[in-house]
């Protein structure tokens, strides 16, 4: 294993590697930034460029871009309201109140910091616990997936603050939405009313935009000449303080596992995995109010987490060869293609890979975090352009990012209908982050207790009963709960 | 405007709409689900929640606000994104952008001189990014 080690550090340190690596990782941050473009829509374009170079060099380059882009998803995130990938939903929810309290610095260091350690931790997890957590994801079934999906949406009341009713409503909007297309099970065309283009149901990603980048442009020019229009310049600080530190710990371990957990399951990244160590991260802090208007918890729990799905989908794809989530799916084609097969075989026969795969994540971590870090100052002087330019701005990488996903006119009519409902349900204090996760994880429960029922031949207990699925359903009712135990013991404090 | 009673009215209707459209979708075989299940579940949750949301304003009297200043602003950008959009596919794309992001900085209270800069220098990013650096065509 010291050999293996020894050979992977070796590999990695060629300048050669380094170069595609660096390369790679700055690819992967403008491909993270732009809203609409995803890291697995940069590493999917980019895979016909490696089949010139060796196994080395092109998995540098890839999972640079990979690693690039989930940190640098949350740039946009932070700075304009629109997350730069899906896997950044939930650092805008701390980050953006954060720049517009005028600490822009501190929210995009957090943002560079947490990035490199959850990325780190979760190579570690990685390194170290590979084939426990294989193993513990390959156990999940239809059933357990259900298990997991209806405890993601159960997460929309915490996510959901004081508004807990309406916070629902929006993820059943959501939900609704993600019936749109055909039937899972059985390819009825659903809600699609003639366009064929809805056959493949509403792309998440022009929703996304929509409602945050859109809704969030018409809301400034509907309040233009309020005191909210226009988010202070001040940056302030990068470097968080000790004392924040401290007070970010907790939500960062509570990240990096889970999101190095979730990252492991397959299909699910690390979207659900930093909604869910968001939520939890606020039931564990002592400052639970502050969650969701600046709280660096919470922007350190969600940008660890959504990093640290990245090692945890490394895992899974090594251990078993099975993707953990859309870009490791592409990664094993690449892998494929240079004669190499993710497996339990590639730690016996290909172990020195293993290392350099896992040395190449560090060292895009590093990279990442001092990019991250020295960009911070000058990419917050975005705060400083006009509003009206930045609006503009905003709308117009909206819609071509919206096209260029699927190169579809429908996706860009979806971000223009999102938006326009995104201004209104903000308008009437309607929680906006429940939708998003209702129509991510709606699918994935559908198709999932629908399948499960067909295996269990419509036994709805045996379904409900497996360990698993016991232990989610559990975590489901204290979830949904918990915010009416602790709104009642707050009124009768109050009282 | 009482937020909270037309959030609950909207979401009402939508729900019933939901329960009523999934009841005539094909039924499952076997006593299994089918295509309707699921849509008939989240219409009835989402009947229960606006029916939840309705009593909790009623009794508590919070009816919640919906104040939406700058009217004209926000219908004047929504129109002339909705007319960028119709045009969406016909060519032209660097003019049409440039035109509309013009029509839009103008409309927002930009000079005409900045404006034509500003939408002018937009579109090219775009286009350098999209159409050039990564081969997306936008035409």
Redesign the interface.
Known sequence: MTADILDGLQAVLQWQVLLFLLGGVALGA?FGA?PG?TATMGVA?LTPLTFWLSAEEGLAMLLGIYCGAIPAGGIPAILINVPGTPASIASSWDGYPLAKKGQAGLALGINALCSAVGQLTSVLFLAILAFPIASFALRFGPAEYFGLALFGISLMAGVSGKRV??G??AG??G??LS?VGL?P??A?P??TYGFSEFLDGVSFVPVMIGLFG?AE??VQ??????ALSKPPLALGRIWPKLAEWKQMLPGMLTGAGLGTLVGAIPAAGGDIGAVIAWEQARRLSKRTEEFGKGSIEGLGASSTACNAAIGGAMTTMLTLGIPGDAVSAILIGALLIHGIQPGPLLFRDHGELVFTIVFLIVFAALLIMVVGLLGARPLARVLDI?N??L???I???G??GS??LN?A?VD??VM?AAG?IG?F?R????PLGPLVLGLIL?PMM?AN??RA??LSR?DVWGTLSRPIVLFFLIATVFSLLLPLIRRDRKGEEKA | MRSNLVVAAAFLLLGIYLAASAAILPAGIGGLPGPGFFPQVIGSVTVLLAVGLLVQTARRREPGSFALANKGAVAGAIGLMFLYLLLWGTGWFALRTAVFLTLLLRFLGQRWGTSVLVGVALTAAVVGAFQYGLRISLE
Do not use: C
């Open positions: 403008v732009l473009l374009v009713i309406q629902l409503l059943m909007l939900l609704a019936t039937d099970m059985t009825f659903r809600y859109l442009v018409l020019i509907s309040e233009r000449h309020s006009p009206p330019w609006w503009a701005g709308v117009l990488f819609t071509v096209y260029a190169n006119a860009v009519w223009f326009i201004f349900l308008k009437a204090d309607v709606g559908e207790l629908r029922l067909i419509g």
